[in-house]
């Protein structure tokens, strides 16, 4: 395939964006497909006890261990069932650990989807993540980056999820400029329990009244 | 290859790209947010950094659809339908290589049947198919896949509504920001007119860079055809910050 044209400003347009579709599960998370999982697989466990008790741990899964359970809810007010989620966040210091592997405690990147069992619920594993810093020097509030892919979804969908235990450095998050604030809460992750691993619940609307907040950068 | 968040990207031409709400392509009804996208005037660190899966350890097999079912298996068990090579380049808005980037693909079985518990399409499955694949691009930003070629199928959309034949190719990227999901279809497919995702592209030039081209240099002779889809990810600005080293 020949590259396209170069546009006015002599650049090469990107490649366009097509829904992922129903089967996406089959290229980027096999097990809910049904498939047999490869020897490595980016799964929903983004950072884990039983990858540092393997080895390599050198305090990569430090941090207070959590879980997060979602869903996703479209415009009719039903669950998206088929959707696939991928998470992107920082370490407990607040650092982007971007050389990927799989055998480590901590791992950054994840998916998740939800079972045929799960009624649309998908979670994921991790630390809650440390404050990053912001380009004007501020920190920013703990928060998890989210990607959206699903049939019916034409280009994935972006947002973040914070937590709400962390109303002092959510108020002060810098990235809250940006975002009307009767939209803020859209992206509030609510602490569900306390125990061993606290949960927190995230419900992403694609629209509505409390559309969740999605971004463009 | 992951960078630093000191480089920012090529602001993503949405009017290029499909619309999120496209009528006649009627899941996306309900799928596709109403209230406009918040710019993030300032990218951080979120934004510009992802993972760099370099050091991701694959299978032998992982680029090869023809074995990757049952590895090992080539004399009693390969996949029925059009061998295929299908390779090109990944490369930003500038053309500069994007190496050591993960593609993921995945596809249909020559029958247009997907081996995914909820595909129920009459079609049959083929035992040696599992219609899965990835790889790495090099530090030239090439990569390489076998396969066969897909074959369309039907979907609930319209009542006669049929998917040209595609594959689904997933690319991470130097960072989150570049993250991409689309589909390669192929040249000459009386199908692709017709298709209300491919449709939810507005510029029939869009539609193009999304569609392999037949590459008979590449063909191995008396083996395989072989397709070239070249990837274009968003061009990296250099410099977003002075660099203080
Ligand atoms: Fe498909």
Known sequence: MPLPTRNSQGLYPETPSQTAGPFVHIGLALDVAGLTPRE????SNIASAEAEAEGE?????????????????????????????????????GVY??????????????????????????????????????PNGQPMAPHINLMLFARGINIHLHTRLYFDDEHEANMACPLFDAVPP?????????????????????????????ETVFFDF | MAQNDRTAFVMRDRSWHPRPYAPAYKTSVARSPQQALVSLQTPTASELTGPDFDHFALGLYDNDLL???????????????????????????YNKPVAGTLVEIW????????????????????????????TITDADGWYR???????????????????PAHIHVSVMGPSISTRLVTQLYFEGDPLIPLC?????????????????????????????????????????LQTYFENQS
């Open chain 2, 145 to 163: 896949f076998r396969t066969i070629k897909p074959g369309p199928y039907p979907w609930p959309n319209d009542v006669n509504s049929w998917r």
């Open chain 2, 196 to 236: 209300p995702i491919v449709h939810t592209l507005d510029d029939p030039d869009a539609v193009d860079t999304l569609t392999a081209r037949l590459d008979m240099a590449a063909a191995r002779p008396m083996d395989c055809l072989a397709y070239r889809f070249d990837i274009v990810t968003r061009g990296a």
């Open chain 1, 182 to 210: 009767s939209r803020r809460d859209t992206l509030i992750a609510h602490r569900e329990q306390d125990g061993a691993k606290p949960r927190y619940r995230f419900v992403i609307r694609l629209q509505g009244p409390r």
């Open chain 2, 107 to 134: 596809q249909a079985n020559a029958g247009g049947r997907y081996r995914h518990k909820k595909d129920a399409y009459r079609a049959p499955l083929d035992p040696n198919f599992g219609g899965v694949g990835r």
């Open chain 1, 40 to 43: 490595q697989e980016i799964g």
């Open chain 2, 67 to 93: 074995l990757n079912f049952r590895p090992g298996t080539e004399q009693d068990g390969l996949p029925i339908g059009e061998r295929l090579i299908v390779y090109g380049r990944v490369v930003d808005q």
């Open chain 1, 97 to 134: 650990q971007t050389d990927y592997r799989a055998d480590r405690a901590f791992r950054g990147f994840g998916r998740t989807a939800p079972g045929a069992n799960d009624a649309g619920v998908w979670s994921l594993h991790t630390i809650k993540p440390g404050r990053v810093a912001h």
């Open chain 1, 57 to 93: 741990g050198e305090g990569e899964g430090e941090g207070e261990p959590i879980e997060i359970v979602g869903t996703v809810i479209d415009g009719n007010g039903d669950t998206v069932d088929d959707i696939l989620v991928e998470a992107w966040q920082a370490d407990a210091h």
